[in-house]
């Protein structure tokens, strides 16, 4: 299966929680948490178009600043959405650096920063590089309940978990896969190209069958025709759902099991051996094994465990052969 978007985690599983989506197609890319972004090449950084913040513990955030350097004189706005008091913190970010170089003639670029809950967006600020980061508020989205972003192809949905603090959960859904199978449009004697990409696009924003597209050489055909000539075939989008810090309590355990049900990827913290589980508790963290019954019992095609404990340097097959264990088992773990 062509992914939709390729996700990786930027510091792999023992590093500080950041995973990049990058799009297949767009030029753009997502990031499920903001740690280190050192590992991140300058123009990975570039397509970032939307940041989604867990929670506000430095390993989650203190790549603010890289991304703020490499993106600073470009173009363009980043969203950034997180807890409640994720605005404050961009802002003082932002307060701690003097911008008296900035000015009407600087680039577009600017940070939308959204405070969100399970009830929707508390608050939304706009801070532009060309008003030296002057802080304004404007009015948050209004978007279906548990949803962070929703446009034709995708949406962001969240769940607010218990760290201690809130701490929220994050899956990416596309919302209709839409498959070429090349045979059928080579029997159709049709050639790929970009026009497909425009008629794929049409499918998954529900155009009708009769909707006319342009083909390879400028033929115009109904969508139908592609569609009963079986070229383009829709399916269930793909589903990558992120979980990190998180204890194991019963209404945690519910959020995650619904945001991560059936996923086709799940990136779930996996920090502690379970000798260790009381230490974990005690910092509101998942045991390995916890982690991969959780990925297991939410159905999920493929889990990785991520964010290691930095005690355990040198031992993450520990952890892994704990979380591959209790994801593969057939009964409790
Ligand atoms: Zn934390």
Not at 16 to 35: I, P
Not at 70 to 78: E, P
Not at 194 to 220: I, S
């Amino acid at each position: 299966m062509t992914c939709f978007v390729r996700p990786r985690l930027a510091n792999g599983p023992a590093g500080d929680s950041t995973l990049l989506l990058d799009f297949a197609f767009g030029r753009r890319a997502v990031l499920f948490d903001l740690g280190d972004l050192a590992q991140l090449a300058p123009r990975e950084i570039l397509r970032v178009s939307d940041v989604f913040v867990s929670h506000l513990h430095m390993d989650h955030f203190a790549g603010f600043d890289r991304l703020l350097r490499v993106k600073l004189h470009g173009d363009g706005t980043v969203r950034m959405v997180g807890p409640p008091g994720l605005a404050d913190a961009v802002a003082a970010k932002l307060a701690a650096y003097r911008w008296n170089l900035l000015g009407p003639d600087s680039g577009s670029f600017a940070i939308e920063a959204m405070d969100w809950t399970e009830n929707g967006f508390e608050t939304a600020s706009l801070f532009r590089a060309r008003e030296a980061f002057r802080r304004r508020e404007i009015a948050p989205p209004s978007l279906p309940t548990g949803c962070l972003l929703a446009e034709p192809g995708f949406q962001v949905e969240g769940a607010t978990l218990d760290h201690g603090i809130a701490c929220l959960a994050f899956a990416l859904q596309e919302t209709l896969r839409v498959n070429v199978h090349k045979a059928r449009l080579d029997e159709m004697g049709l050639g790929v190209g970009p026009w497909l990409t425009a008629a794929k696009a049409l499918v998954r924003a529900g155009a009708g069958v009769e909707t006319p597209v342009e083909g390879p050489r400028g033929e115009v055909l109904p969508l139908s025709a592609l569609i009963a000539g079986g070229v383009l075939v829709a399916a269930p989008g793909q589903r990558v759902a992120y979980v990190t810090d998180s204890g194991w309590t019963e209404a945690n355990r519910t959020r995650i099991l619904a945001l991560a049900k059936g996923a086709d990827m799940l990136f779930i913290e996996a920090g502690f051996l379970d000798a260790d589980r009381a230490v974990a508790n005690g910092r509101h963290h998942l045991t390995a094994a916890q982690a991969g019954r959780l990925a297991r019992e939410a159905g999920a095609r493929r889990a990785v465990p991520h964010h290691f404990s930095a005690r355990y340097e040198g031992r993450g097959e520990e952890l892994v052969a704990e979380f591959e264990a209790a994801y593969r088992r057939s009964g409790e773990a």
